[in-house]
């Protein structure tokens, strides 16, 4: 049975991986308000100082950490500076994720390795990390960032659609592994979201991104990441329609392939 926090509301102590911007700035600033008291990690440090001081002081006081997630030393001494300085760890959020658009005969070695390096060794090596300050925490939870191209393949998202497969899966093992240690492991997997990481993505080709116009806000998907936080859950989507779709691909993958083939930012055939 997961452990509570412990009587008179001691902060609930929070990791956040990928807080410089979108998602990861958006979850930092709601639970900031919601009493938590942070540790941010993103390589722009300056960012998260700046962020740190626009934030409602809490105790322990937030922490900025520049590092560079893909790189398993930096990792390694992030994530102790933060569990000393907030005195252990009881929410621990891996966030940090890059893009990468390019159909597969345009993928290049170092991109490809720097993407499987953030998305996925960074969130293996974050679980391997947290899990001694977790299992020493108070309601203690791991929230995976993961997408809705996680549970269905898109083209010219390949790589980026594996990376996120790999973390649905690295959060269905968890699950199992830590449910004797009383950790909770939720995975969200957020829709479209209006953040950076498409104008900062690797996109040799220059595809053409999704509109932006209707997609989520970053605050929505903080305000999962508060809802999963409270109420810890498996997997969660942030519309119903995603998850419908996830399952279309697995009972029905033609007709799934036929609506994503028909979507307005696929590109044209290659030249042959
Ligand atoms: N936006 C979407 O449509 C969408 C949809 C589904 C899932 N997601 C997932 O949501 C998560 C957050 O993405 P976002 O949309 O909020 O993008 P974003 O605004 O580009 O934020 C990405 C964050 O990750 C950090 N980061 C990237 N590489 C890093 C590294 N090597 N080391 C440390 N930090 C690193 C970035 O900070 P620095 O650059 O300062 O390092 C930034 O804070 C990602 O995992 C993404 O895959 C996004």
Known sequence: MAKHDAP????????????????????????????????LIARRQQRLEELCSSLPANRPAHLALGADLAEPAELERAFKAAAKHLGGLDLVVLNAG????????????????????????????GAKEALPHLMAGRRPHLILVSSVVGRRGMPTMAAYSASKAAVCSIGESLRIEWRHLGIQVSVLNPGTTATE?????????????????????????????LALDRHPQPERFLRW?????????????????RLFASRDWMPPPPER
């Open 8 to 39: 008179g509301g001691s902060p609930r102590r929070t990791l956040i991986t990928g807080a410089s911007s979108g998602i990861g700035r958006a979850t930092a600033e709601l639970l900031a308000r919601e009493g938590h008291a942070l540790a």
């Open 197 to 225: 990481i498409f104008a900062v993505q690797h996109n040799p080709k220059g595809l053409k991104n999704p509109d932006l116009s209707a997609a989520d806000a970053p605050e929505a998907v903080a305000a999962e990441i």
């Open 98 to 125: 890059i893009g990468y658009r390019a159909r597969v005969e345009d993928l290049e070695p170092e991109p490809l390795r720097r993407l499987l390096s953030t998305n996925v060794e960074a969130v293996l090596l």
């Open 241 to 257: 329609k995603w998850r419908y779709l996830a399952a279309l691909g697995l009972v029905a993958p033609r007709l799934a392939d």
